[in-house]
């Protein structure tokens, strides 16, 4: 009788142990508590917008908080460096960048490899950038007259950008080797200042996103000669592209993207790149991302991972030989 019942009370104390060890990995599934995502420059920019309304859409999905944090410095390497470093369990995030992931780690000695120490969750897209010109340069009506310019006075035009080693700059290098003049790289700290100046005349040309200089063009204060756009923009049909000027490489735009500490899980990565890719489909984010000249990007996990290594195999090299380096 005794060891019947001490047997009924073992197997209940058995069920009851499994139970408990079965709780723990049920309450784990993803995600069971915030998430945090790493905007990895100052608020106020468009990396931190985009990571706000990326985030808004995600907690909406999910039930769950996903906040932003951010972590400036470095030109974007502390943020990515944290995220770099984190668990990769799915809570945290990063909002990367083509500087972040590409250029820093070329014209620098980053903490972490672009590649290696990140896994590439989605790619959400970004502007194209513009050569535009100022009051000082009032006689150029075109990229052919800007060339032409440029080629018989080498070195006498100066070209801002929000900084060394931006997608502005390597676009300036670049179209310098397409075309062979010779300009002079001013590097700002920011695209605001850039403007600023441009716009004043204190320098004549500007190598920035068609969302810094739209408001400004519109005023008639700017002349946008081209853009790095796939097709000309919506709200300025009137500007060319570099391709339709027979340059096709100065195709290119600053991109963003969401990426993640290296390993982490698959089921994570595709239910994250699924929402993702969702909630950039969504009719308010792509009216709110419009004037921006934003060009939106629809890949999967795989094809993200492929299109930052091309990214990487494309604008290192130009970084590399560039005035950035600085290691």
């Given at each position: 009788m005794k060891s019947g019942f001490f047997s009924v009370i073992a197997f209940m104390l058995a069920a009851l142990a499994g139970a408990l060890a079965s709780a723990p990995a049920q309450a784990q599934a993803w995600p069971s508590r915030p998430v945090k995502f790493v905007a990895p420059y100052t608020p106020g920019g468009s990396t931190d917008?985009?990571?706000?309304?990326?985030?808004?859409?995600?907690?909406?999905?999910?039930?769950?908080?996903?906040?932003?944090?951010?972590?400036?410095?470095?030109?974007?390497?502390?943020?990515?460096?944290?995220?770099?470093?984190?668990?990769?369990?799915?809570?945290?995030?990063?909002?990367?960048?083509?500087?972040?992931?590409?250029?820093?780690?070329?014209?620098?000695?980053?903490?972490?490899?672009?590649?290696?120490?990140?896994?590439?969750?989605?790619?959400?897209?970004?502007?194209?950038?513009?050569l535009s010109v100022g009051p000082g340069l009032a006689e150029v009506k075109d990229l052919k007259s800007f060339i032409a310019l440029a080629k018989s006075k080498p070195n006498a035009i100066g070209y801002g950008t929000p900084g060394n080693g931006t997608h502005g700059h390597l676009v300036g290098e670049l179209l310098k080797r397409l075309t062979g003049i010779?300009?002079?790289?001013?590097?700002?700290?920011?695209?605001?200042?850039?403007?600023?100046?441009?716009?004043?005349?204190?320098?004549?040309?500007?190598?920035?996103?068609?969302?810094?200089?739209?408001?400004?063009?519109?005023?008639?204060?700017?002349?946008?000669?081209?853009?790095?756009?796939?097709?000309?923009?919506?709200?300025?049909p009137e500007v060319p592209t570099f391709a339709e000027l027979g340059y096709p490489e100065l195709t290119?735009?600053?991109?963003?993207?969401?990426?993640?500490?290296?390993?982490?899980?698959?089921?994570?990565?595709?239910?994250?790149?699924?929402?993702?890719?969702?909630?950039?489909?969504?009719?308010?984010?792509?009216?709110?991302?419009?004037?921006e000249g934003f060009e939106f990007i629809d890949l999967d996990a795989a094809q993200t991972l492929e299109y930052v290594r091309a990214e990487t195999r494309r604008w290192q090299p130009i970084a590399k030989a560039s005035s950035a380096r600085n290691d």
């Open positions: 917008n985009l990571s706000r309304l990326l985030a808004q859409k995600l907690s909406a999905v999910y039930k769950q908080s996903v906040i932003v944090e951010n972590r400036p410095g470095a030109g974007g390497v502390v943020g990515s460096d944290f995220v770099a470093k984190s668990a990769p369990d799915g809570y945290t995030l990063l909002l990367s960048t083509l500087a972040t992931q590409v250029i820093a780690p070329a014209i620098q000695k980053t903490p972490y490899d672009g590649l290696r120490d990140f896994t590439y969750v989605a790619m959400l897209g970004g502007p194209a950038t513009t010779e300009i002079s790289h001013v590097p700002y700290k920011g695209g605001m200042p850039a403007v600023t100046d441009l716009v004043a005349g204190h320098v004549p040309a500007g190598v920035l996103t068609v969302a810094s200089v739209g408001p400004h063009v519109r005023a008639g204060k700017l002349r946008t000669l081209a853009s790095t756009a796939a097709k000309r923009v919506a709200d300025f290119s735009i600053t991109w963003f993207g969401v990426a993640a500490p290296a390993g982490l899980p698959a089921a994570v990565v595709e239910s994250l790149n699924q929402e993702i890719r969702k909630a950039m489909q969504a009719a308010d984010v792509r009216e709110r991302l419009r004037p």
